[in-house]
């Protein structure tokens, strides 16, 4: 692929705090974005998700913004708990070829 | 939603054997399946790509002789680790998309590989 992660950046939050976590991506063809959560010992669960088409895209707590222009991801998270603490991944697909991981993130909440 | 189950979620293997992890579709049809491969503290590599009844697709430096992959079924994909040693030693994630889930959203549980 051509965005493989190599460390594990971490970012360091209070409870209550909002998240923001960035991701840049490298295929200019890419098309389909999506955020992972991998708590330690399991599998990636998806978050939210969004297509080129959009610049933004809400779900519960989350919010996902995309900038096309400099291949640029978020992936905020509102009112951050504890059990928010995980890696985050962001990942990147282009016509439905497989997906590929961007560097993940780990988040850390503290109480 | 979709559910993706994967098995075994840990298992130590002696060097030489081989071992075999499932990865299976509950709730719909899967006619791609993807297998990565983690290290830790690192992001997910994918291995290869497996459609149903036809030869696995594998990445570029992935010994395909090494890590046997079975796509028989809609719903059962296997990925057999043949002739294990200690640097086979991952955590192994699969993935399956088909219909009526959306293309490559849903992982399984990972399977966590020793070999000793």
């Known amino acids: 692929g051509e965005s493989v992660g190599l460390h594990l950046p971490t970012l360091s939050v209070q409870e209550g705090d909002n998240s923001i976590i960035n991701c840049a991506y490298s295929?200019?063809?890419?098309?389909?974005f999506i955020w992972y959560k991998q708590e330690s010992g399991k599998g990636p669960q998806f978050i939210i998700d969004?297509?080129?088409?959009?610049d933004k895209r809400q779900g519960q707590r989350v919010t996902v913004l995309l900038n096309k222009t400099v291949k640029h991801l978020s992936l905020q998270i509102a009112a951050t708990q504890p059990g928010d603490s995980a890696v985050y991944f962001c990942a990147e697909s282009s016509g439905y070829s497989t997906l590929t991981f961007g560097k993940g993130t780990m988040l850390l909440v503290s109480p | 939603g979709a559910v993706v189950s994967q098995h075994p979620s840990r298992v130590i293997c002696k060097s030489g054997t081989s071992v075999k992890i499932e990865c299976r579709s509950l709730d719909f049809q899967a006619t791609t399946m993807f297998w990565y491969r983690q290290f830790p503290k690192q992001s997910l590599m994918l291995m290869a790509t497996?459609?149903?009844?036809?030869?696995?697709?594998?990445e570029q430096g992935v010994e395909k002789d090494k890590f046997l992959i079975n796509h028989a079924s809609l719903t059962l994909s296997t990925l057999t680790v043949t002739s294990a040693h200690p640097e086979d030693s991952s955590f192994y994630i699969c993935s399956a998309s088909g219909q009526p889930a959306n293309y490559g959203y849903t992982f399984g549980s990972g399977t966590r590989l020793t070999v000793v």
């Open positions: 497996s459609n149903e009844g036809s030869k696995a697709t594998y």
């Open positions: 295929n200019s063809a890419s098309d389909y």
């Open positions: 969004i297509r080129s088409n959009m």
